[in-house]
Nanobody, 121 residues
């Protein structure tokens, strides 16, 4: 059973940094794109950053220049380095991955359970 597990969230003051990690595990044959999304209270989930299997990245305008997405293909892990955090970055952060499991014939999107990031002013 494929699972994605996030870690690294927490409480930080404005201007501070956090690094999120998301490890995929459980009968994986292949991983394509992975990404980070966030959802603030009362808001829709939005894309933060994505990264292809080849390392091509895409960022939301709100985080460009402050956040960096990276991945370790050998570990099936994606990271999100968040610098110069702002109160408006407060949200639950979710990772996702397009994963081919041994039990499946096609790639499917799997989601992590989410990790809370709170930025105080």
């Amino acid at each position: 059973q494929v699972q994605l597990a996030e870690s690294g969230g927490g409480l930080v003051q404005a201007g501070g940094s956090l690094r999120l990690s998301c490890a995929a595990s459980g009968g994986i044959r292949g991983v394509n794109a992975m990404g980070w999304y966030r959802q603030a209270p009362g808001e829709q989930r939005e894309m933060v950053a994505t990264i292809s299997s080849g390392g091509n990245t895409n960022y939301a305008d709100a985080v460009k220049g402050r956040f960096t997405i990276s991945r370790d293909n050998a570990k099936n892990t994606v990271y999100l380095q968040m610098n110069n955090l702002r109160p408006e970055d407060t949200a639950v952060y979710y990772c996702d991955g397009e994963i081919l499991a041994y039990s499946s014939a096609r790639f499917r999107t799997f989601w992590g359970q989410g990790t809370q990031v709170t930025v105080s002013s």
